[in-house]
């Protein structure tokens, strides 16, 4: 028993992902392992598996935040592919993609509450990422049930290496204004 760090009900809390599962696709090698790289650790290898996990919600806001995030992975997987059935994008220029149709609100929370999730866990690995007077703020962002594009703007860009994208690999910058 605890209290859930989004709702704030004392309840079972839930081993929960601080990243979603989804983004460490890519990084697994064939025994479903990352190896974590940090400047702390610089002289020893920490190899991990499942991502890292935390006590922080109850089984009701792991839902709401695992369908957000399913929103999230069927987004970027249509964008890396280039190929979606809802989205619509336009390439304007090699180094330059425009996509539209994004579900917007479910989207936008998913990108927000992972940034929130690393803000509040205890883990070590996350220790640099605290937002301050901002995390309660975007709790209350997440917590509303819509949510604007003039709030905690979020730019998501593709990585170029040599004029060619490299799939799978974005890069999410977000501002407060």
């Not at 991502?51 to 922080?56: A, F, M, V």
């Not at 007077?133 to 604007?148: F, G, H």
Request: aromatic share 12%; charged share 25%; glycine share 2%.
């Amino acid at each position: 028993m605890g209290k859930c760090h989004f709702c704030e009900n004392i309840v079972d809390l839930q081993n929960s992902h601080i990243i979603p599962e989804c983004l460490y696709d890519k990084i697994y090698d064939e025994k479903h392992r990352f190896i974590a790289i940090t400047d702390t650790n610089q002289n020893q290898l920490i190899i991990n598996q499942l991502g890292y996990r935390e006590k922080l919600l109850c089984i009701k806001c792991e839902n709401l935040f695992s369908k957000w995030e399913g929103v999230l992975k069927k987004t970027l997987v249509d964008i890396s592919n280039y190929n979606s059935s809802h989205l619509k994008i336009e390439k304007y220029s090699q180094t330059f993609d425009h996509v539209q149709k994004i579900e917007f609100i479910p989207f936008k929370k998913s990108i927000l509450s992972i940034i929130w999730r690393m803000s509040i866990s205890n883990n070590d690995y996350f220790i640099g990422y605290k937002l301050g007077p901002y995390e309660e703020k975007i709790r209350t962002v997440l917590k509303n049930e819509n949510v604007t594009s003039f709030i905690f703007p979020i730019l998501i860009t593709k990585v170029l290496v040599n004029n060619k994208h490299l799939n799978d690999f974005f890069c999410f910058i977000l501002k407060s204004i």
